[in-house]
């Protein structure tokens, strides 16, 4: 039966952030593309439903972010983060693009520490990166 239950959170994941993902980044590049904002920022609001959508899915079974998750998502934004920054820096990039990387990035960092806080509370999710070790002593 956990077997069940751990296929069917996987399928409710991918079909999630299939159908979020897909529509973020259509309506980012298309944005983008026809320099206008707010089509850009259509598809920021669609990859924060998208994270909220895998809260309730989490919530439903009854599980949290699995270490995987985490590590990809943390590791998404930090590429992503890392080459808006060297395309911002070496190119050209037109306003819309600027301010269509610099919402994404806000909003998504933004969005994690709203669930990091209303998860673990202020000082539990503090401890989630900087906690004490089996002595007692830092990690």
């Known amino acids: 039966m956990e077997t069940d239950q751990f296929v069917e959170r996987g399928i409710a994941v991918f079909s999630n952030w299939g159908m979020f993902g897909s529509v973020a980044v259509g309506f980012v590049m298309e944005g983008i593309q026809r320099e206008v904002y707010e089509l ?5 609001a669609a990859i924060v439903i998208g994270f909220l959508g895998h ?8 599980r949290s972010f699995s270490r995987g998750e985490a590590g990809l998502g943390l590791a998404t934004l930090g590429s992503m983060t890392l080459l808006f920054t060297v395309a911002w820096l070496t190119s050209g990039l037109t306003k819309t693009s600027v301010w269509t990387g610099l919402t ?3 909003a998504l960092i933004v969005t ?13 999710a503090f401890s989630q990166f900087h906690g004490r070790g089996a002595r007692g002593g830092p990690r």
Do not use: Q
Request: proline letters at 0%; aromatic letters at 14%.
């Open 55 to 62: 809260l309730v899915i989490n919530a439903y079974f009854g």
């Open 112 to 124: 994690g520490a709203i669930f990091l806080a209303t998860r673990f509370g202020l000082k539990g």
């Open 104 to 106: 994404l990035i806000a």
């Open 40 to 44: 850009s920022l259509i598809g920021v």
